[in-house]
């Protein structure tokens, strides 16, 4: 008896069916009747709403958890066994666009019953459309520095790019607002330049997570490598504008940034526009990946520190970052706030201060 065959029988005893199993249903039938399809299109469709059904409707997932599950591994089982139709995720003729896609290759992945396939077209089609917005973001937030450098109006009343300057990265000093500039220019380029999106939704460590960015320095200033020796060296690697102190200084890249994506980075749904937050927290792990910035620790409403840091020496690269990253960074608005009035050094090289500034500048503008 085939699964589609079983997955009928075994189901029939839930007549009351919400929209989304009536989808999978339907989904099923079609590749009963018609098998794999192009490229195995209709067994990808049957995967696609499944994964939307079970994440929308867990209640009735519960129901028929066996039967569901069945229907899980066997589909993880035939995408497993059919390596050479996993380039059929872009079947439909959408591809990464100003990103490259990567298959995690390691052997340490999840149980061989609990992996997923290869992205959809519908998954494929959302970074897409965050790295669209996400590159609007950055490009406006680096303009918005530039205009506040020219400017430096902080008397009031205060322009609202000044106010996000210094909510986010402390009150008006010379030196940070150009390292602020020379930073957001280092991001412009990082997301302009192609970086690569690795999926490791199979990966043990990596697999139900958002995802995110190991910590790199991409940056070169003024002609001048990042990274060598010295505390200038370190400096730069917090990124720190050592080589060049004014916000004119050339910034380049010396590579591209490598994103991890897990499953909840990939989630469900149409995706027709991507959250403010999906911005806010790419341009996080890509000040991780581009100008090595740090996780500082949260602070309570007076701006204590709620957990200790690896360094509290300005010209250490670990500077700020919290010894408890899990448990302990801030990564929310009102404690970045917090934490830039009472401590703008440490603002400086945390990764969330960029992306809530980003996210901040796109909010105020029209799309």
Not at 137 to 159: C, E, H, I, N, T
Request: glycine letters at 8%.
């Amino acid at each position: 008896m085939s699964i589609v065959t079983e997955w009928e029988i075994r189901t029939r005893g839930q007549r009351v069916r919400s929209a989304q199993l009536r989808e999978v249903d339907a989904a099923v039938l079609v590749w009963a009747r018609m098998g794999q399809g192009q490229k195995d299109v209709n067994m990808q469709t049957v995967w696609t709403k499944f994964s939307a059904w079970k994440t929308a409707v867990p209640a009735e997932y519960g129901i028929i958890r066996a039967a569901a599950d069945e229907l899980e591994n066997e589909l993880a089982r035939q995408w497993r066994n059919k390596p050479a139709q996993m380039a059929g995720v872009g079947a439909s003729g959408v591809t990464p666009t100003g990103w490259r896609l990567v298959m995690y290759a390691g052997a340490d992945l999840v149980a061989a019953n609990q992996q997923v396939p290869p992205m959809t077209t519908a998954q494929i089609s959302k970074i897409n459309e965050a790295m669209r917005r996400v590159k609007l973001g950055v490009s406006s937030a680096r303009d918005a520095m530039l205009r506040v450098a020219k400017r430096r109006q902080f008397a009031f009343p205060m322009p609202e790019e000044e106010a996000a300057f210094t909510d986010f990265f402390g009150p008006y000093d010379e030196d940070r607002l150009n390292r602020v500039v020379s930073n957001f220019q280092a991001l412009v380029l990082a997301f302009n330049g192609t970086p690569t999106f690795t999926d490791v939704r199979n990966r043990q460590v990596w697999a139900n997570t958002y995802g995110g960015c190991v910590r790199r320095n991409l940056v070169s200033r003024s002609g001048q490598a990042a990274l060598g020796g010295g505390v200038a060296a370190k400096a730069a690697a917090v990124g720190q504008a050592v080589a060049a102190p004014k916000a004119q200084a050339a910034v380049s890249l010396t590579g591209n940034v490598d994103m991890l994506v897990g499953r909840a980075f990939i989630g469900s749904g149409s995706y027709a526009k991507t959250t403010d937050d999906t911005i806010c927290t790419l341009v996080h792990e890509f000040a991780h990946g581009t100008i090595n910035a740090v996780d500082v620790p949260d602070v309570d409403g007076n701006g204590v520190f709620q957990c200790t840091r690896q360094s509290d020496d300005p010209a250490d690269p670990n500077f700020g970052n919290s010894t408890d990253p899990f448990g302990h960074q801030s990564s929310q608005e009102p404690m970045d706030i917090i934490m830039a009035r009472h401590h703008p050094e440490y603002a400086l090289v945390n990764a969330d201060c960029y992306g809530q500034f980003t996210k901040r500048i796109l909010i105020g503008k029209a799309e």
